[in-house]
């Protein structure tokens, strides 16, 4: 199919180095050429994409223009990639795929995208417009694939369309409550030749934002807030997205209120500050869900009433009422039902309650809030003479003061760098949160470190969420990118086995797998590769590798059956919590 | 309870598929769908009728509106409105029974829109009910073929105390 598309295109002389979708001398414009100036327009710096047949005519277009394209490995690297750019950056991330498997191929990191709310814009090639619908060589239905896993989608059949169509992409994306938005654009259309003229203005006639909060409801968010004895505030990735952490900080500080976080609101409140009680949650703090479940008011903010922050929704905090303040409306009663609803944007939201609220002191709820602190605390056995993982994280934190860029897989490694790990700043903490996208930490650390060149980036991994993409680290390679990759090695899958001890009699069916020498396949690959399996060598190892230029991959040889706690079993109430005594113990 | 919910959307490819896929994504139970276009070329009208409690019905009104060429979104539950349905139907008619088929069509205002040597096709137009009491009736005669086109509806605009 290719050969066939560059017969038909222009001829192309043997010395001339002009390609063959290059636009001729008059104003007409190749469609490929008009989705790079869109592109650029759009303050379109950097991409990851890989090429393939239909997509070919734009690729040669990039070829020479002021984009940096990044290759992964795979089309899901490459998603995710520009996933974890976007999650570190708060601009667009732009993937580019060809058709068929690879526009399938993105799927997986465009669920991962919408459920985390991460602004991605991928473009896909498509067979031609008269090829459609007959099964063509490397053809997908992806606009029907996608739908469900995009916040948007469309097929672009008319070339007339293609830059408002593209500027769309981007405004949807990364507006209101942000997502994935995918275009896929016939080989055809990108060949074909059009006379751009004039701005591009947009057709959206229902898509609305709703900014501002309505003031009514502020004002009664504000009197709950100024009347409660026992607030606590329960903030999400919303609260980042919005780019509120500091108007956070301002309501917490002034109204006096403890603040929890959700995985996805790590980093928005600073957790050495004292009104932080950490995560809440399935393997939230003690001390986060004894609040929430004893709290009277509870003020949810950029968060969404997830299954694994509420456990049973009966009886999640049953004595609060409860204030809502988000920007999505569909997120508002949709799990748990909501007295003061707020719709509007967070930061926008915040700096008019904080006009409203007054400060009180609430020092019998601090103070029993500081007994729950003291009594369970996330803690593990520091004395075993074995590798624990969360000491891995502990002392990861120590060398970069709290301060790197982490990225995670999802399991146990990824609750326990939500746990020891204490973040100060958003876009700190990168994490497939709703979807648990196993295979996410890896290209999401090579995104990240993309999106922030002299940050330091770690990957705080786990052996089979590393398995799944960790074909990626040539891509790192390739571009030297110094990332960090701690594999939490325990052999298993962490959290199934944990589960299939407590509930399933310690029967490990399909959970562990014989793994690679990590240390052999990071060096195979052209990275730094160490294996660390005394504690005693956990410090020097990871000072030795916060020092290198190269990408590198420790893996770090934890204690095998070591269990995330406390945990809050499925079906139970928040405060149902297993494996307190062995926090208090440990305390 | 039964809620009928006005959709305008942008008439463009997908947009049916997008609707449609939401509602089977979030396991809304769909009782009718009708699309069709409006006065304005660039919009077509969605009618659909859904059964479930408040929030559910409160859900889907929110998650449509969400869907981005979902343009307008209108829950008509509490407001007097004029709700049609129409139906297609072929009845079993030997020549012996068509006196009393016939004064059965009269009865319901339907309309013969076909006759055959052995059946008729009926035109048939009201609300639900109407189209319901009207599918009893021919029950005894042998019902061939039923085609509906599922609830449209628009708000009145008159004095809400005329009933519908």
């Known amino acids: ?587 | 309870m039964k809620h009928i919910i006005s959709a305008l959307v942008e008439n463009k490819p997908g947009v049916l598929a997008h609707v449609a896929g939401m509602f089977a994504a979030r396991a809304f139970n769909i009782d009718s769908l009708v699309v069709g276009r409006t006065e304005d070329p660039k919009l077509s009208r969605m009618t659909i009728v859904v059964v479930g409690d408040d929030k559910v019905v409160e859900q889907v009104r929110k998650q449509l509106a969400k869907i981005v060429p979902v343009v307008k979104v209108q829950d008509f539950v509490g407001q007097p409105v004029v709700a049609r349905d129409l139906m297609l139907i072929t009845l079993s008619a030997p020549p012996d029974k068509r006196p009393e088929i016939l004064s059965l069509i009269e009865m319901f205002k339907a309309r013969v829109v076909d006759i055959g040597v052995k059946q008729l096709m009926v035109e048939v137009s009201g609300p639900e009910t109407k189209i319901e009491a009207f599918i009893d009736a021919c029950k005894p005669y042998g019902i061939k073929n039923v085609a509906r086109t599922g609830t449209i509806a628009m708000p009145r605009q008159g004095p809400s105390e005329v009933k519908s």
């Open chain 1, 1 to 587: 199919m290719t050969i066939k598309f560059i017969r038909k295109g222009v001829k192309m002389s043997p010395k001339s180095r002009s390609s063959a979708v290059s636009a001729d001398k008059s104003n007409l414009k190749a469609g490929a050429q008009i989705i790079v100036d869109t592109l650029i327009d759009l303050g379109v710096d950097t991409m990851f994409g890989y090429c393939g047949g239909v997509i070919l005519p734009l690729f040669d277009r990039l070829y020479d223009a002021p984009i940096r394209v990044i290759v992964p490995r795979h089309e899901q690297g490459g998603c995710h990639m520009a996933d974890g750019y976007a999650r570190a950056s708060g601009k667009v991330g732009v993937v580019v795929a060809t058709s068929g498997p690879g526009a399938c191929n993105l799927t997986t990191g465009l669920a991962t995208a919408l459920m985390d709310s991460v602004p991605v814009v991928a473009i896909t090639g498509q067979v031609r417009t008269e090829l459609i619908g007959n099964d063509a060589f490397q053809e997908a239905d992806t606009t029907g694939i996608t739908r469900p896993v995009t916040k948007y989608n469309s097929i672009v059949k008319d070339i007339k369309d293609l830059a408002r169509v593209i500027k769309e992409a981007f405004y949807i994306a990364s507006t209101s409550r942000p997502g994935p938005v995918l275009v896929d654009i016939p080989v055809d259309i990108q060949v074909a030749k059009y006379e751009a003229d004039g701005p591009v203005e947009m057709d959206l006639p229902g898509y609305r934002i709703q900014t501002k909060g309505h003031a009514r409801q502020i004002s009664a968010a504000a009197a709950a807030i100024n009347k409660s004895e026992k607030p606590v505030l329960y903030v999400g990735g919303g609260v980042i997205i919005a780019n509120a952490s500091e108007e956070l900080r301002k309501l917490a500080q002034k109204a006096h209120l403890p603040v929890t976080m959700t995985l996805l609101g790590l980093g928005s409140f600073e957790q050495s500050r004292p009104e932080s009680l950490d995560m809440l949650g399935m393997h939230g703090s003690a001390y986060a869900n004894y609040a929430v479940q004893e709290c009277d008011l509870l003020i949810a903010i950029g968060a969404r009433f997830d299954d694994r922050v509420t456990g049973k929704v009966k009886t999640f905090a049953p004595n609060a009422k409860i204030i809502h303040i988000d920007i999505d409306p569909t997120s508002i009663s949709k799990n748990v039902n909501v007295d003061i609803p707020v719709v509007g944007d967070a930061k926008y939201i915040m700096t008019e309650l904080v006009k409203e609220v007054e400060y009180r002191e609430r020092a019998e709820w601090f103070k029993k809030i500081a007994e729950w602190k003291k009594k369970f605390p996330f803690s593990y056995d520091r004395n075993a003479s074995t590798v624990k993982p969360q000491y891995v994280i502990e002392e990861l934190c120590r060398q970069t003061n709290g301060e790197a860029i982490i990225t995670t897989g999802v399991g146990q490694n990824q609750m326990w760098t939500a746990q020891f790990y204490k973040f100060g700043r958003p876009r700190q903490f990168i994490s497939s949160g709703g979807l648990g996208t196993m295979g996410y930490g890896l290209p999401a650390a090579i995104g990240a470190q993309i999106a922030r060149p002299d940050a330091t980036v770690i990957d705080i991994d786990g052996d089979h969420s590393f398995n799944m993409t960790m074909t990626e680290l040539a891509t790192a390679v390739e571009h030297k990118l110094p990332i960090k990759v701690c594999i939490l090695n325990n052999g298993y899958m962490g959290l199934p086995r944990q589960w299939q001890e407590l509930f399933y009699g310690k029967r490990y069916s399909c959970s562990r797998l014989q793994n690679p020498n990590y240390e052999d396949v990071a060096k195979a690959l052209g990275a730094v590769g160490e294996t660390i399996d005394k504690k005693a060598d956990v410090p020097k190892a990871i000072k030795q590798m916060l020092a290198e230029k190269r990408p590198c991959v420790f893996d770090f040889r934890v204690e095998q059956e070591e269990n995330v706690w406390p945990m809050v079993p499925a079906g139970k109430s928040l405060n149902e919590m297993d494996g307190l005594d062995i926090l208090e113990s440990m305390a």
